[in-house]
Each structure stands twice: as C-alpha cells, then as structure tokens.
C-alpha cells in the first residue's frame, strides 16, 4: 500500500526462477519509500523511483498491452501495476524498448526488423530536421544543390522572419491544434487536427509569415509523422521538447551546434541507468549477444538466451528449437 491519506494498492509481477532479486529486493526498497499523500497513477510512482528524474528520457516502459507485459516477465524483467490503473510499468528498460512492438514478433523477422529500423530513422529525422533546415538556410547554403537552392532561397526572400522564429511559429502552432485535438471529442478531435493544419499552414504562407518549406518540414510531412512512428507516447513527447534545443543550437552556431547538442545528447544516453541497467545497452556496453534484438529482430530460435540487460539470473532461454531438422536429415 502506497500513500499517506489514500491507500494506493501496488502490486509487482515477476517470474519467481527468472528475475533478479537483487532487482526485486531494490524495486520494492523505492516503492517503500515514497511518502507521498496520493498515488493517482502508474506515472506518480515512475517519478518517485527512476534514476534520474530530471532525464528528458523515460527510464519506465508505460504499456497497456497483456502480451507486452507478459514478454517482458519472460525475459526477466518486473512488471508493476496500481489500483485502477488500465496501465502497467516495465523495468528495467533501454532505450531500445520504447521502439520495439508486440507486433514486431507476430510478424517475419525481417518484417519486423525493418519496422524497427524505419522506427530508429524516425526518431533521428524528428529530433535533427528542423534543425538542419535552419542551419543549412542560415550558415551552409552552400550545401545545397543548385536546383534546389533557387526555390528554397525564393521561398524565404519574402519571410521577415530568422529560420529559428519561423520555426518555433510553425512548432507552436503545432502544439496548439494537437492540445486543441486531444481535449475535442473523439469523434472531431483528430478531423480539427488535420483541417486546422491544413487552414492555418496554407494562411501562414499566404501572409508570407512562414515559408512554405518550413510548414512542408515541420508541420506537413516529417516531422509531426516521424514523431508518432514511435510506439511509446512517453518518448514521442520527449522527442517533441529535443528539438527546441538542437534548434537553437543550428540557428547560433549551424552544423557545429547540432553535432555539439547530439554528442551531448548520447553521452547522456550512455551515462543513463534504469536500475542498475545500462540505458543505451547493449551500444554502450558492447554486448554484441544482445543485439539480437535491439535495431534488428533475429528469428525467434536464434535468440537462445535473455539480454542482460534485463538482469536475469536464468540466461538460457532455449536450447535449439530446430532439432527437427537435423533428425529429418539422418
């Protein structure tokens, strides 16, 4: 029981022979020791027991799906759940979990591998397009090819705007309709969103308020579609914020800002811990066994053993589950 006024029933889920209980034993030393009054939710005790609370990056995986809860006991990892919450929280986690899908393993492995893939490369154009635009347009022109040099610099010659105002116009309108959106009913919530959009980035363009390159790359196409690829919410809000920073970055020094804001923003990665787990693992530990399941999916007979990441005392998770062959053959 979790909560001083209002008792708050907490409940973690583990498998007895394949969790850590070292990792048991920690997670329920945090839950025991949070003294608030209230527990609403799941995301009240996320804050109370993460590692690092002032981390833009989710060191929790929030999921309302039964059969990701349940992958994720197999592998060894603790599930916790809160009175009257639909949702449950995975820990330990890397950064690779908020881009894997339940669905990636219903599929072919390289079905599933793709996805994950486009999923990654989504992240990268979300965080670093905008950015890029703005330090081409103000430092690097040069950069650019001359056949598409002469319409982006005619879109921009009548903008009294810097690239970064344009930008943060086009971001904020964004915010505004998709705030807008989510408190609408269900049934016109998301056709406002897409109408508004369309109206309002067609007007801003007309009023020679935002060039119609940067409604196309912040609003239209890439970057608002390339935030929701991703399949945890908790991450695509945390992409939504990076891209102030890396803009700002661009527009003061070009290039050198965005390369100087990723290398920042990885070396943070790296030092980022979920219960004693390596956040950016196996990238940053170099456990090259586990990269069977992390950018790529493996078939399922390859992935004999558990990532260590998840901390489990039993590695092995099959033996070879294609013997059948190999008697077909004798």
């Not at 850590?20 to 799941?42: C, F, G, H, Q, Y």
């Not at 609408?184 to 363009?205: D, E, H, K, M, W």
């Not at 891209?243 to 990723?262: C, E």
Request: hydrophobic share 50%; net charge neutral.
């Amino acid at each position: 029981m979790v909560g001083t006024e209002v008792k708050t029933k907490v409940a973690i889920l583990y498998m007895n022979d394949i969790a850590n209980p070292e990792l048991v034993k920690e997670i329920t030393k945090r839950i025991s020791a949070i003294k608030t009054d209230l527990v609403m939710s799941p995301g009240f005790i996320e804050e109370f027991v993460e590692d690092a609370p002032f981390s833009p990056f989710p060191q929790l995986l929030n999921t309302d799906r039964p059969d990701r809860a349940a992958y994720n006991l197999m592998e060894g990892r603790v599930v916790m759940f809160s009175n009257e919450s639909p949702t449950a929280l995975v820990l330990p986690v890397t950064f690779f979990a908020f881009y894997q899908s339940p669905d990636d393993y219903n599929s072919r492995f390289f079905v599933g591998s793709f996805y994950r893939f486009v999923r990654l490369v989504c992240f990268t154009i979300a965080i670093t397009l905008p950015a890029i635009y703005i330090g081409v347009v103000a430092f690097h022109f040069e950069t650019l090819p001359i056949k598409l040099l002469i319409p982006i610099k005619e879109s921009i010659e009548q903008i009294p705007f810097q690239p970064l105002v344009e930008a943060l116009i086009m971001e904020l309108t964004i915010e505004l309709i998709r705030e807008a959106g989510v408190r609408l009913p269900t049934s016109i919530g998301p056709v406002i969103g897409i109408v508004g959009g369309l109206v309002i980035g067609q007007a801003v363009v007309e009023a020679n308020l935002v060039s119609n390159v940067m409604v196309i790359i912040v609003a239209i196409t890439i970057t608002a579609t390339a935030s929701f690829v991703v399949t945890s919410n908790e991450m695509v809000t945390s992409l939504r914020l990076l891209r102030f920073p890396l803009m700002i970055l661009a527009a003061t020094f070009g290039f050198i800002g965005i390369v100087l804001g990723l290398s920042v923003l990885f070396m943070h990665l790296c030092a980022l811990e979920s219960f004693g787990t390596p956040y950016f693992a196996p990238w940053s530990t170099g456990r090259w066994a586990d990269f069977k399941d992390t950018i790529f999916r493996f078939p399922l007979w390859l992935m004999d053993k558990r990532p260590k990441d998840s901390r489990s005392i039993k590695r092995v998770r099959e033996t070879y589950s294609r013997g059948w062959k190999t008697d077909e053959t004798e």
